[in-house]
């Protein structure tokens, strides 16, 4: 079993920064990667930014410049640094840890946090 506890959401002006955490525990495969999601209300969850495991980073558009997703492979925990926030980026913040075993992908998923951009 795979635990994935983040830290690091809540209320911050237009233009601001807040960095996100994601502590695993249990269970960890070697060769997995993470991401961190987003859902805003309404809409279908979506990838914000992924990880591998060799450290390949790739971000969906619309944060491109702005977030950077890093991981610390001794302290299992991965981070979401994001600056110049938007209203539009909004949602609630979810980390993921996924591997794949035998071929078939396996997700584990944390609570979530929120991330509210408002002036």
């Known amino acids: 079993q795979v635990q994935l506890v983040e830290s690091g959401g809540g209320l911050v002006q237009p233009g601001r920064s807040l960095r996100l955490s994601c502590a695993a525990s249990g269970s960890i495969f070697s060769g997995n990667a993470m991401a961190w999601y987003r859902q805003a209300p309404g809409k279908q969850r979506e990838l914000v930014a992924a990880i591998s495991n060799a450290g390949r980073t790739n971000y969906t558009d619309s944060v491109k410049g702005r977030f950077t997703i890093s991981r610390d492979y001794a302290k299992n925990t991965q981070y979401l640094q994001m600056n110049n926030l938007k209203p539009e980026d909004t949602a609630v913040y979810y980390c993921?840890?996924?591997?794949?075993?035998?071929?078939?992908?396996?997700?584990?998923w944390g609570q979530g946090t929120q991330v509210t951009v408002s002036s």
């Open positions: 993921n840890l996924n591997v794949f075993i035998s071929g078939q992908r396996f997700d584990y």
